[in-house]
């Protein structure tokens, strides 16, 4: 290993889209997965989150199979480790969990092979086994990432210092990313394309701007993705009015949804929050603010401190 024996690796959830930025606007946010490792003669994998414990606890757990991959490509056999595994980003909820294990296992890659990746390599790599840029994108770099993928390579920025403060209503079911997207059309007109096209374009300029009126309406304007998955969320507007009526000034779909989250600006959160809480005791409302870092791996003391 290039560090210590003891090592631990962050890294944060993330929402994606926003509305119209369908697959490549996303958001670090400030829940993680947190991985702490040490040498051992086996891979072994444990945790005492009720949620991962059904997860495989050797070499097949997936985020030993991404930094076996991972180093693998670059002609190095990674020692095993042992991995204790915590998160606070629940599964399959439209929060980037799977993002997250991806980046969580590149970063195991070049720690513990010495491979010395840059930020965009990683990138790139996490992209791959993504398929788009936006979650893996902002849980390395933090902040409000905007990116595109050719297949070959990619593209991002991220933008930071955004005075906005996000309520999440979390369900208790899962919904699957793949069930979500089977209800997305094959094509789009290209009237259809341009319109959702510039709704992206515009939220962006409204967020940077800090316009949030226009942003939010911006994110209920989606053409791409939000119209066909909302009737799959069967409590969406009743969210969405109740936010608005408490602060909001946009709400939108998390990634794939079950996730609604909303947006307001800073200071406005815990009214919001409260008011959510209320309205939707069956579901888990969390208050959460924007990670600005990243992803990073420290030594264990370093975390301690």
Known sequence: MTLHDRFVIKVPSSTANLGPGFDSIGLALNLYLTLEIEKNDQWECY??????????????????????????????????????????????????????????????????????????????????????????????????????????????????????????????????????RDVLPAAYSRQEAVQASSTANLLIAALVSQNWNLAGKMMGQDRFHQPYRQPLIHFYQEIESCAKSNGAFGVALSGAGPTVICFSEKGKGQELAYALGQEFPSMTVKRLSIDYFGSCVKEVEEFVK
């Open 47 to 180: 945790s005492s989150c009720e949620e991962l414990k059904d997860l495989p606890t050797d070499e097949s757990h997936f985020i030993c199979q991404v930094a076996i991959k991972t180093a693998a490509n670059y002609g190095i056999e990674l020692p095993p480790c042992k991995i204790k595994i915590e998160s606070e980003i629940p599964l399959a909820r439209g929060l980037g969990s799977s993002a997250a294990a991806i980046v969580a296992g590149i970063e195991l890659a070049d720690a513990v092979g010495g491979l010395r990746l840059t930020k965009n390599e990683k990138l790139l790599l996490a992209t791959k086994w993504e398929g788009h840029p936006d979650n893996v994108g902002a849980s390395l770099f933090g902040g409000l990432v905007i990116g595109r993928y050719d297949q070959h390579d990619v593209d991002m920025l991220s933008i930071t210092d955004l005075p906005v403060e996000m309520v999440t209503v979390i369900p208790g079911e899962i919904l699957l990313t793949k069930e979500s």
